[in-house]
């Protein structure tokens, strides 16, 4: 069953990063393109469902906002 899930895909200067929201753990695809992220981090959300199970992500559970907010450490 084909999953849905959220993906936000940052530009840096040295490519792109993406990563998902509302899996559990820490999944992160890189590539030089944005689309080669996004095809990397979902190679790695299927590695990391079939490592730890479908209960890292629950679609009964959906994410309701994102928020981008800066920290001051």
Do not use: C, K, N
């Amino acid at each position: 069953m084909a999953r849905r899930i959220p993906i936000i895909i940052e530009r840096h200067p040295g490519g792109y990063v993406a990563y998902p929201v509302g899996l559990r753990g820490v999944v992160v695809g890189e590539g030089d393109t944005a689309e080669a992220a996004l095809a990397d981090v979902e190679s790695a959300i299927r590695f990391h469902l079939e490592t730890f199970g479908t209960e890292v992500w629950d679609p009964q559970d959906p994410v309701l906002e994102v928020q981008i907010r800066e920290a001051h450490v």
